[in-house]
């Protein structure tokens, strides 16, 4: 089985996997990153999202061997302490239901407010709309990135 080397959350993994294991396996299984959740295995919910070169990304669809050489961050990467701002919002607008896909809103947010950290709401719901929540979280979704961006601004 082949070896692969990963930067993921500033640490280096060697992790041997075949080539073509889904990135979300790697993590979970491999490397014990639990953070990162399998909702649907097909890059359509959201729930297993990362950054990947600071870009929000589905774990589920990048393959093993094209993420070497690539700066990988998890939910427990994104703040040492959970102290994200994204993450401080979520906690004060009370977002988490069953709390499922929340890694995965938490990790589209905050990369999209990387790159916009003062969006319109129409912004946000588009930024927003390729994670499910089966809670149906999504004003109190919307409001906790409104929240975030203000602490980013």
Same mark, same amino acid.
């Given at each position: 089985?082949?070896?692969?080397? #990963? ?9 041997? =996997? ?12 491999? *490397? ?11 890059? %359509?919910?959201?729930?297993?999202? *990362? ?5 929000? /990304?589905?774990?589920? #669809? ?6 070497? &050489?690539?700066?990988?961050?998890? *939910?427990? &990467? #994104? ?7 994204? %993450? ?14 929340? =890694? &995965?809103?938490? /990790? ?43 602490? #980013?601004?």
């Amino acid at each position: 089985m082949p070896a692969f080397n #990963l930067k993921i959350n500033n640490k280096t993994y060697s992790v041997e =996997a075949d080539a073509d294991t889904p990135l979300l396996w790697v993590l979970r299984d491999i *490397i014990g990153l639990v953070g990162t959740k399998f909702g649907c295995g097909i890059g %359509q919910c959201g729930a297993c999202t *990362i950054h990947v070169d600071g870009n929000a /990304m589905r774990s589920c #669809l990048l393959q093993v061997s094209l993420a070497e &050489g690539m700066n990988i961050t998890t *939910i427990e &990467g #994104l703040s040492k302490h959970g102290d994200h701002p994204v %993450q401080q919002a979520w906690k004060e607008v009370d977002v988490p239901q069953c709390g499922y896909c929340q =890694a &995965g809103q938490i /990790m589209t947010a905050s990369a999209f407010l990387k790159y916009n950290p003062s969006p319109s709401d129409e912004e946000i719901r588009n930024a927003m709309h390729g994670n499910i929540c089966r809670c149906a979280a999504y004003n109190s979704i919307e409001e906790a990135v409104k929240v975030a961006s203000k602490k #980013l601004s």
